[in-house]
């Protein structure tokens, strides 16, 4: 390959796509961890509760 | 398992889980040739010279940007006949990808465009089509966020979604339907595709690269819509019980 005097939009573009696909990726990862840290306090609040009543 | 099983969010969730390894590593790997088909082996293009390597991103993001939205009208089928909750899942999940993949096509084919046509952007059929369905996708993202209810918003979003799809063949057919400065169909069409085996082979496996990635997205956003689905439900469920306890 030789980009000769484009090699700037070349690199731009596959920059700004490796940019974009890399967000999308950690994006949805930290979401998925969120969620998921978040249901669990709340399952564990449940359950702690669920306990307290079944106490006499 | 029969098909009908995985419709059940927490099968879905369960599979996801095992699946998702697997997609990422097909992903990478789909990802790593198709660079090095595109970057390494596939020969400067006669006229534009090595500026067609943008075209090995530009391309799939296009047909991922009509795709998405392919697949958000299946969803939205499965939400208004079926009432489904995974299907409202499926389309919720997909729409920001839709988005991301829409923006890339425009920004990339900007970058192309300006050594190329001498413009990073002209109001030509394509183009405006492609910038219209990016603007459909905020509507949509804007319209979840917009209805708490998210089985209200399923529909809602459901029937904008259906509407949209008239412009999906706008921007097939806008290069022949109108005069346009965007080049007219060169892989799908009737006389067969134009470009050359030695480009057309890294463009279909770029291709599948972007494909194996959305599919791969869109499984581990679907997860993650489940669990926040799952994490409202026990809200209210506190809150009725909250309720319960004032009035006692």
Known sequence: MSPGGHAGFIIAAYAVVLAVVAALVVWIEADFRAQKRTLAQMEDRRAGAAGERAQP | ?248
Request: aromatic share 12%.
């Open chain 2, 1 to 248: 398992m029969p098909l009908i099983a995985l419709a059940n969010p927490s099968r879905f969730v369960a599979l996801a889980n095992r699946v998702l390894p697997w997609l990422w590593g097909a992903t990478a790997v789909a990802f790593a040739a198709g660079l090095y088909l595109s970057l390494f082996v596939a020969p400067d293009d006669y006229q534009q010279g090595a500026t067609v390597k943008i075209m090995f991103i530009h391309v799939p993001n296009a047909w991922l940007s009509m795709f998405v939205w392919g697949v958000m009208c299946v969803a939205a089928l499965g939400t208004l006949v079926w009432r489904h909750p995974l299907a409202d899942v499926a389309q919720k999940a997909a729409a920001p990808l839709g988005a991301a993949f829409t923006f890339l096509a425009l920004v990339t084919g900007s970058l192309w465009g300006r050594p190329m046509w001498g413009t990073y952007w002209v109001w030509d059929a394509r183009l405006t089509s492609v910038l219209v369905l990016f603007l459909m996708y905020l509507g949509v993202i804007a319209l979840w966020r917009a209805v708490e209810d998210p089985s209200r918003a399923a529909r809602a979003v459901a029937i904008l979604t259906l509407v949209g799809a008239i412009n999906i063949p706008i921007i097939k057919f806008s290069v022949d339907w109108w005069n346009t400065l965007h080049q007219p169909a060169s892989v799908f069409r009737i006389g067969g595709p134009t470009i050359d085996i030695s480009m057309l082979v890294p463009l279909f496996v770029m291709a599948i690269a972007f494909t194996l990635l959305f599919v791969t997205l869109h499984i581990a956003a679907m997860r993650t819509e489940i669990l926040r689905r799952r994490i409202r439900t026990l809200r209210l469920l506190q809150a009725q019980g909250a309720n319960v306890g004032v009035r006692a």
